[in-house]
């Protein structure tokens, strides 16, 4: 894979902004950086999802279960193992998830698909509380040294790896046969594209990185229960904020991300018991107003000034 002029510049200008990130908890206070563990969770959890569901088209709601899933997997080995030696165990247990949900569920296609990975999350909440009131108790206490500049930094590393990856994609065959898929799927099988194979392969990602990520945030949880591992709230948080940027580049959910998280931040302390009622409306502006969120605003305001001349 050669790299063009514009990709080096691309990469530097990445790393310049990567760079910059990595100094908030030295300029910045407690507070500040809090937000920014927060959207550093938010741009590795929409960025993997929409590497999945922007291309295929498929609407996934099991980032909860897999980052459920990876905050157990700290809560419980923390005591046996060292904690370095857990995050990628919890990837390779996301992804082993994702290959069973995908094998299940990626022959189903709309409303289906979404009911499925819907109900997965409350379904592992169920086992993992029935579990627990087997065994008498109620909850994992995750104690450790970690801070949360460690665990910001930790998710500044993901999301650089998830980028790269997500470039990689964008530039190879299987990212060329999704956008294949996503277009027109009859015409992929015809094509002589295995489509089941290419789209639980690319399902394996967000899988995995919501597994590790779940891994990464359960010291600062310090204490983890079933209801709060498997809220369903976030896989909704994700799929808005990866529409309200857009699927369209890779970028886009960052752009989504951002202006949302200190938006619901806003709402949480003002309002809290009308958190719902954003993610309603919320819905509502991105498929009446933005529908291609604003990756594709900026695109249309881009084309309009240049057949106007102004650019």
């Known amino acids: 894979m050669r790299l063009t002029p514009t990709d080096w510049r691309n990469l530097a200008l990445s790393g310049m902004a990567l760079a910059f990130a990595a100094c908030l908890p030295w300029l910045f206070g407690s507070y500040a950086l809090s937000i920014g563990v927060t959207i550093a969770m938010y741009t590795v959890l929409a960025t993997s999802w929409a590497l999945f569901s ?89 104690l450790t040294s970690i801070t949360e500049a460690h665990i910001y930094w930790q998710l500044l590393g993901l999301a650089a790896l998830v980028y790269l990856l997500g470039w990689a994609i964008g530039r190879s065959r299987l990212g060329f046969a999704l956008r294949i898929i996503g277009d027109d799927e009859q015409v992929a099988r015809h094509s002589g594209i295995h489509t089941a194979r290419a789209k639980i392969l690319l399902f394996l990602v967000p899988g995995s990185v919501a597994a590790i990520t779940g891994a990464i945030l359960a010291p600062r949880y310090v204490y983890i229960e079933p209801s709060l591992a498997f809220a369903p709230m976030l896989s909704f948080q994700v799929v808005i904020m990866a529409l309200l940027g857009g699927t369209g580049r890779l970028w886009g959910p960052l752009v989504g991300v951002i202006p949302f998280t200190f938006l619901w931040e806003g709402v949480s302390i003002t309002v809290p018991n009308q958190t719902t009622l954003l993610l309603g409306l919320s819905f509502l502006v991105i498929v009446y107003l933005l529908p291609k969120g604003f990756v594709g605003l900026f695109g249309t305001i881009r084309r309009r000034m240049g057949s106007e001349g102004l650019v």
């Open 54 to 142: 922007g291309p295929t088209h498929y609407i996934s709601l099991a980032t909860a279960a897999f980052f459920g899933v990876g905050t157990y997997v700290t809560g419980i080995g923390i005591e046996h193992l060292p904690y370095w030696t857990l995050l990628p165990i919890a990837g390779v247990i996301g992804a082993v998830l994702a290959a069973l949900v995908g094998l299940a569920t990626l022959r189903l296609s709309g409303v289906y698909f979404v009911i499925f990975t819907l109900g997965l999350a409350e379904f592992i909440r169920q086992v993992i509380t029935w579990a627990q009131n087997v065994s008498g108790t109620k909850g994992i206490y995750v």
